[in-house]
């Protein structure tokens, strides 16, 4: 019987020991998991598109880039008739404002929209509007 | 890299310090360095009383007006940890003689300690392996708990909880004080680990439990297989870690944390009077009880549902164990007089109530939730499960061998012992109370009941698994000698391999599911980043409603506005904008699904929400044609609209 006792004395430190290897590793593990996840530009290919001032008439916009694709291409509707356009390069990870000229705000009347595509693909496209 | 690793530390040191530290002092000043309960049960339970303890000394702040800090909550347990401290310094503890099978319970072979690693390496990698696809924060329930959580943090006051019975003061205390002292985000991984420990420390106390009630290893062991490793996944293990079930959790740690100290305290019932009286001198029953009492209020501060079954358990093993016993029950009666009446007993129910009732009563007696939960089932969902459902439940295999376990257990009865009454009690009533509720008018989710009946039909699946296959156990475990069986060898052994793949094949397949599933965590995020960007564009009176059908994580949002927990409003799932019972709130939905119609127009006066929150590919084309909403975010799959 005694020689099938292995380390007696210890054996409840080493099961506890053992239990708290574990969680470590596994907390270890899920919190690595989650900072990934959560990170938005790790594994990432979205961006987004958002007026600086949403509750005025101003029209400045921010594009915030999280793909690897980093060629915008922006454009300014009024009642759906391009007025403006643009370019330009924005690094993953980063947001650029668009300079706008001349139009800073909405005539009266008028519905304004901007349309951003990223990349060359037409269909990744997003837009946001306002009305006046 | 650094600040992760240097987080982590700091929320496993915050959980030592909080959370494990006062239960083992506590235990230290009870117990000395008795060896009446083993190193390993130190461990598992110095983190269930210590959950308990933490809220205790929050519930007194509360009353003092004391703010509930990461230095006041760490001050507060440093005091306790020190009278306990103190308390095991000047104390002279009895000199109790562990008998030689006692002693070599926790003396585990070679074997038996391999295998022991092995289920548990099993169980938490099973299960931290299916929470890596869902550690991200998406739950509602965990976004719900999250909220008060953190408004503790902020407040550092205890919740009010605007009234509402399903949110209960223990479910967040401990976690709120780690997020204080750690400085852990609720957005980390942090609130699953936290579930992570309890669960795999509520698993580990059945098996300490199994251990001592039946003082056979090998049943343990298999306790562990049935209940951690097998359906390692389904509810209520691993799937209640990611969604947040937190009482549920916590309440399948300390009802059996209860039940074991229970045991404790009345295992010598069956010897002879004179030996019983000699014995409870030199035992520590009366500190056992004591500790059960306190668990038990502890469990009263967490979780209602569990609370309320635990009644009926203990009513069950009460009325169970008397009337088998009816006979000596004046001789029983005594026995208990002796645990029961004394000085540590008594004051910590007195303690218990005083917190209780004067100090910090639970939402749910305030708002008499009890009386929902009693009457004739009001919904077919609470009308009781049938086989199939309890089958889905609790798993085939551990249903099968459970009932064997049920029978052999009835079989080889040992009236006096009061381990085999609360095995049976909490099977059975959670039996009754799952499949037949009216029985005892209880309108509870008969769902929710089901999934309880895993914990003790794990030990009864142990139970039937081993006897099945070493038939002299139960002769050695009975007193009746007719349970001898005579079986062939090599059918016990074909059996035994057949049973065992069913068994396997059967438990593990919900694990196998689980880690096919793929995480796609870029929807939460993008939730989360348009929530940002509203966080830093509102002003004081603006309202937010947001859509709960097509965005994921949405539940969380409101952790970052912290307005209220019913801040931003919420579009419901549809159905439940369709109840023929009571008329709903319709506003919410009116709101977004037709903005344009006189009914949303006099919803938007009435609640003054002027921005909206939704996902474009659903909910864009009905504000596109109206001309006093800006669509001013947009990041493809939630987009805001402002109204002018």
Redesign the interface.
Known sequence: MSK???F?NN??????S??IF??????????????R??N?NKN????????T???TNGLSFII?NHSNDTQFYWKILANQKKIQEGSLEIKKGSKAKPKIKDLVTIPQGE?ITIQVINGNNKNNQ??????N | MQASILSQILFILSLLLLVFMPGYFLLLAIFGKNKIISPLEKFIFSFGLGIIIVDFIAFFYNKTHLPITASTSLIGVFIFSFLCLGIFKIKSFPKNKVSFLENNLFSFSKNQIFLICLLLLSIVFIKTAYLTSTVTPTATDMGHHMYWAKLMTQTHQLPAYNGMPDFIIGEHIAIAEIAMLSKASFFSAFPVVFLLIVNLLGILTMFVLTLRIFKKKSLAILTLLFLGVLFAVSSPQAKFISGGVVGNILGNFLMPLAFYFYWRAFEHLDLSSTKFSEKIKSSYSKSFLALAIFSTFGLFYTHHLTSFIFLFITLTLIVLFLLINFREIRELFSKIKQIVFTLPVILTFLLGLTFFFFIFTPNYIKNEAVKTAVGAPSKSTRGGLTINNLKSSVGEARLALGFIGLILLLISYKRKNIGYALISSWTIMLLVMSLDPNILFINLPSNRIGNYLSYPLSILSALGFYSLFNPNFLSSISTKNSLQLNIPKKLISISFLTILTFILINGLSDSAHAFKQSSNFTPTIKTFDASKYLVDHLKNNDIVLKDHNYLSGDTWIKLFFMKGYRYPQSRSYFKRYHDPTKPREMCTLYMISNPGKPDAQKCFQKTKTDYLMVNPYYDSAQFKKLTNFDQVYNNGTVTIFHKK
């Open positions: 099938k006792i292995f007696k054996q409840s430190n080493f099961l506890i053992f239990i574990l969680l470590i590793i596994s907390s270890f593990w899920l919190f690595s998991v989650s900072n996840a959560l938005l990432t290919n979205w961006w987004s598109i958002y007026f001032h949403p509750q915030e519905k997003e837009e946001i509007y306002k009305n």
